[in-house]
């Protein structure tokens, strides 16, 4: 788009940015009344507004100005967008019983202008300061809900484990453990002795394999430089395997020229090596205990919606039939596509990417985020047809430096043995 063509939308954004603004400022003014006795308090709660409102933008404008030749302030962006977007949201919640209130007053206006009783008072009746204690009260459960998943919440890990039944799976097999992390994204990062104790959460597993689903980075591979030493403590009992995701092609960065692009490719390979990880690029590794073998598959990305680089037809050249299988696949729409009705029969696809958006709810009996209308299955275990599928909620984040309710996961899963009765 050209940056003339540009400039209406951007100018209309703002308008309407600083609109809302103003109308939530109504509610504002209308509970710091009576406040005039502490000058302080009253001049510091309405000039206060009015410099969060516009300082906020000012800093992401200006961080977005300094990323060229900054790329280090990327987390810095994030955080700041973050905050804005937490207010953003905490405004909407906040003028929605005004706005409600507003229109109530307006049709009193009207109702008292027709019925002649309204003569000696002003056509809209004042603003009620309960109403807006009320709004301010709502609108404080999005603010420390987010301001949590901020702060806190993006790197408060939890475990998930499941244990998963197959009748044909070997018997030397029984009881294998994989531990799964997926979607890194270590150029959001920001606090290395959160992510440190996330790694050694990883450890205290003991898993005989450790299994990454892909996006390392957000753009580039230099992204993961500083995080290199730390995952390269990362132990699993037999071996630790990984995929590519759709961000570690470096699709979503601006390149001088594909040479250079291609070397950003060729850095993240070295990075996977470095760390100990075997980067599985649609092929398939058979791993062997007590004269008994599984195999396990990796593919390049696959998705809809997405570029698709994977081949899940070369990755299962000379993979037996009669194999035990599991499958690494970023993107769970992979398995609905291809993976569950494809005629060899893969037991089990491990994936990631949709990051539980980050944001939603989990309680006993109840799961709900706004990623289920993309993808219906979104996170956690699925199976159709005695083909299950894993999605991994993500160790990092992307795009908004937080979690609300979606939580960073590190998955333990267990095979076992379906033992048929007789």
């Known amino acids: 788009m050209h940056p003339s063509s540009f400039a209406p939308f951007l100018a209309a954004v703002l308008i309407f940015f600083l609109l809302l603004d103003w109308y939530a400022y109504q509610g504002i003014k209308t509970i710091s009344e009576g406040w ?8 510091g709660m309405r000039w206060g507004y009015w410099a969060v409102c516009l300082a906020l933008p000012a800093v992401i404008i200006y961080f977005l100005f300094q990323l060229g030749s900054r790329p280090d302030v990327r ?17 909407v919640v906040f003028i929605v019983p005004l ?66 039944y197959f009748p044909d799976l070997p018997e030397a097999f029984d009881g294998l453990t ?12 920001d606090n290395p002795e959160a992510v440190r104790r996330g790694i050694e959460l990883i450890n205290r597993q003991q898993s005989d394999l450790v299994v990454f689903t892909g996006d390392l980075v957000n753009s580039t591979s230099r992204e993961f430089e500083p995080w290199k030493e730390m995952f390269a403590t990362i132990r699993a009992k037999i071996g630790k395997f990984s995929i590519l995701g759709n961000h570690d092609y470096g699709d979503y960065a601006s390149w001088p020229s594909q040479e250079a692009k291609q070397e950003n490719l ?17 092929e398939a590794v058979t791993l062997e205990k007590d004269g008994q073998s599984i195999a396990l598959l990796g593919v390049e990305n696959w998705g809809k919606g997405f570029h ?29 596509n291809q993976v569950k009705e494809h ?14 958006m980050q944001m939603g709810v989990e ?60």
């Open 36 to 43: 005039q006795n502490t000058p302080l308090l009253y001049h």
């Open 75 to 91: 987390p810095l962006l994030m955080t700041v967008s973050s905050m804005y977007m937490t207010l953003l949201i905490t405004k």
């Open 99 to 164: 706005f409600g209130e507003d229109i109530a007053r307006l049709g009193q206006g009207v109702l008292s202008r027709f019925s002649g009783s309204g003569d000696d008072t002003p056509f809209i009746p004042e603003r009620r300061k309960f109403i807006s204690q009320m709004a301010i009260g709502m609108a404080a459960i999005p603010f420390t809900s987010f301001l949590y998943g901020i702060l806190k919440g993006k790197y408060d890990y939890r475990v998930h484990r499941h244990t998963v």
């Open 178 to 189: 994989i531990t799964q992390i997926s979607d890194v994204h270590a150029g959001s990062f």
């Open 266 to 282: 060729r850095e993240l390979f070295q990075h996977h090596q470095y760390i100990g990880f075997r980067l599985l690029r649609n």
């Open 308 to 336: 698709q680089y994977g081949d899940l037809e070369a990755t299962l050249s000379g993979v037996p039939q009669d194999a035990f299988k599991v499958l690494l696949s970023h993107d769970p729409t992979h398995w609905e």
């Open 343 to 356: 005629a060899t029969p893969i037991h089990l696809t491990l994936s990631g990417h949709t990051h539980g």
């Open 363 to 422: 309680i006993p009996g109840f799961r709900w985020s706004p990623i289920k209308y993309r993808y219906p299955r979104w996170a956690g275990l699925y199976s159709e047809n005695e083909r299950y599928l894993y999605i991994n909620r993500g160790f990092g984040f992307l795009g908004f430096s937080g979690r609300v309710g979606i939580l960073p996961e590190i998955t333990v899963l267990e095979l076992r043995r379906k033992v048929e009765e007789s």
